[in-house]
């Protein structure tokens, strides 16, 4: 993967920590955490202990890391290190097997994640990247949410570790095996970070998960798919299209407004000379409004050329929202289209509606007065 960016809380030499701001060692990359080792007359190998324990046994207390000496310890929590946490405020429990958490930074900002299982029990986890989102969307409950901040790597991370826990406490899972960046926010609108996150889950001395299980979802940022080439290794891209027109793709997403179709393709295209990667394109399929056949076809002749597989989304209303589904039918027709155009399609059916935690509707229950919580009797806290 491409060089990390300098983390913002260490000094100009990055190996200072700063007691004005104050550094979350959960933060930082082996690397980064040798550099403070040496800073204070440490062994740089300490950093490797550092780094496990936060990242492998989910510690938050710097004086738990019992292998580092009292007198670091100590030093390290006068100068301002800390290892954050979220805290997990409620979880939901859909009757299809979905989750969803509602976490809180500690400056309280609500965040949410989504697990969800397929036929064979294989477990992905869905996290945020911002606290809200300046995309604003029309089809999507975040888009309607007030742009909080962005969130940390080790806020981004904090997601997948709690809802590991989660799923072997609660649900007597295993280990997550897939993550995908489609929750609350941009990722390219938090490109840092996000990529720093990645880094974290990937490094093989924390919890070492492949590349390949990792997705990342924009919706459509020509600078940010194009530097993700160079950057992102063997991260999975997916962008969301939703539209084979810039008529109806500025309808629904504003981003469509500053880039078009073609300079979002562009980029795909630049990405895939690059990377050689295959990507998904994600198409939400909305009522009378680009799911008809000449939408289909259209988008056959935009992305025929480019190697690439559609997922098919089923429109997840949320409250106040303006459009519907497709139904059923449309969507099999849909599907069948692009199957005969020669695009590998998948549909992918609403998951977790009961609990808003369907693709498009996280925050969507603070939209309405109506406590998810209170929609099934299967909810659980
Ligand atoms: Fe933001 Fe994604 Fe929702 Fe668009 S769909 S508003 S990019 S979270």
Not at 1 to 19: D, H, I, V, W, Y
Not at 47 to 52: E, K, L, M, T, V
Request: charged fraction near 25%; include cysteine.
């Amino acid at each position: 993967m491409g060089k990390q960016p300098k983390n913002a809380n260490l000094n100009e030499n990055g190996s200072t920590p700063n007691r004005d701001r104050p550094v979350d060692l959960k933060d930082l990359s082996i690397e980064e955490l040798s550099a403070i080792a040496t800073w204070f007359r440490q062994k740089p190998f300490m950093a490797g202990y550092i780094f496990n324990f936060i990242h492998t046994h989910g510690m938050t207390d710097i004086d738990q890391i019992s292998p580092l000496p009292k007198r670091f310890r100590q030093r390290l929590a006068e100068t301002g290190c800390f290892i954050s946490q979220l805290k997990l405020v409620q979880s939901f429990t859909d009757p299809d097997g979905t989750v969803k958490f509602l976490f809180e930074t500690v400056d309280g900002c609500r965040i949410e994640s989504v697990l969800l299982s397929d036929q064979d029990g294989r477990r992905t986890l869905c996290i945020s990247t911002q606290a809200g989102c300046r995309m604003g969307c029309a089809f999507c409950a975040t888009g309607k949410l007030k742009f909080q901040r962005n969130l940390s790597a080790a806020e981004i991370v904090d997601q997948f570790y709690l809802a590991e826990r989660y799923n072997k406490a609660e649900l007597h899972g295993g280990r997550i095996g897939n993550v995908v960046y489609m929750g609350m926010g941009e990722p390219f609108d938090n490109y840092d970070a996000v990529m720093r996150s990645i880094r974290l889950l990937h490094d093989p001395a924390g919890r070492n998960l492949g590349q390949r299980h990792i997705t990342v979802s924009t919706c459509g940022i020509p600078e940010g798919i194009v530097q993700f080439a160079g950057d992102g290794g063997q991260v999975r891209l997916a962008i969301s299209l939703h539209a084979p027109t810039n008529e109806i793709r500025q309808r629904i997403m504003v981003v469509a407004r500053t880039w078009t179709i073609d300079e979002v393709l562009s980029a795909v295209r630049e990405y895939q000379r690059i990377t050689g990667r295959r990507v998904t394109f994600e198409y939400c399929l909305i009522q009378k409004l680009n799911d008809s056949d000449g939408c289909a076809h259209q988008l056959i002749g935009l992305i025929r050329n480019i190697d690439a597989a559609v997922n098919l989304i089923e429109y997840n209303p949320h409250p106040g929202c303006a459009f519907q589904a497709s139904d059923a039918r449309r969507i099999e027709r849909f599907q069948s289209l692009l199957l005969k155009g020669g695009i590998e399609t998948v549909v992918r059916y609403k998951r977790g509606q009961t609990i808003c935690a369907a693709c498009g509707q996280l925050g969507a229950d603070r939209l309405s007065k109506r406590d998810p919580k209170t929609q099934s009797p299967e909810n659980k806290t």
